[in-house]
């Protein structure tokens, strides 16, 4: 809704600033810019703001998630930036594993100021490196349409509302039950997944339910029926 209102208010803005990304992300500085972000966002915004997930007041989340998904937005349609995030992701894959390696191993450590500092890089940027080898290595394999591909599509942003729900009531109601971890796991994520396939399958079929689960008013949902296709979906 905020990002509506830039966009209705100073169109010219959000151009501007996404071609100034666009420089800037489309080559070696991708993989350094955001970790920096991320790192900074980790080292002074989470002490002084612990995650809660609230509306307000949680400044580390908000600033995390608004700046991925800004990223998101304003270099989708970036044909350099999605080349560079190809070329780049066995080396954003290689970093993400050292550094993932070399902030597990500090902790439950006494930890001096300065290896705090490194924990919070290494974090922040662990959290960038992951997602552009994802993402790198999908632009290089997943380069094909299919109808498998158009329904997950479709479905990954509905799932992605209700997910936590689903989570929290399951885990909920299973609580001090004295279920073996391994089953009280399977049995949150088996639960979650089942309450994300049914939920998508109801409101797809309906059309005033689909907008609120952020899908077209159009009724016609896809389906795994593949369909022939030229040309990958955009």
């Not at 990002?3 to 080559?27: D, Q, T, Y």
Request: proline share 5%; with cysteine.
């Amino acid at each position: 809704m905020a990002l509506g209102a830039v966009l209705f208010a100073a169109p010219r803005v959000v151009g501007w600033i996404e071609r100034a990304l666009a420089a800037a992300l489309s080559g070696n500085l991708l993989l350094v810019l955001p970790p920096v972000a991320f790192a900074a966002y980790r080292l002074v915004l989470l002490p002084r703001f612990p995650s809660t997930h609230a509306l307000f007041g949680d400044w580390y989340n908000h600033a995390l998630f608004a700046t991925v998904f800004l990223l998101g937005f304003l270099l989708a349609r970036v044909e350099t930036f999605w080349g560079a995030i190809e070329r780049q992701r066995w080396v954003a894959l290689s970093a993400a594993g050292l550094f993932y390696l070399s902030f597990v191993s500090l902790r439950g450590m006494p930890l001096s100021p300065a290896l705090k500092i490194y924990a919070g890089i290494a974090y922040g940027s662990y959290q960038w490196l992951c997602m552009a080898a994802v993402v790198g290595f999908a632009c290089r394999w997943l380069t094909t349409d299919s109808g498998v591909r158009r329904y997950l599509t479709d479905a990954m942003f509905p799932y992605y509302i209700v997910h936590q729900t689903a989570i929290i009531v399951i885990a909920y109601e299973l609580r001090g039950r004295d279920i073996p971890a391994w089953a009280e796991a399977s049995l949150v994520i088996g639960g979650t997944a089942a309450v994300c396939i049914v939920t998508y399958e109801i409101v797809r079929r309906i059309s005033f339910l689909r907008p609120l689960f952020g899908l077209r008013m159009a009724a016609s949902g896809p389906t795994l029926a593949v369909q022939t296709s030229s040309q990958p979906a955009q």
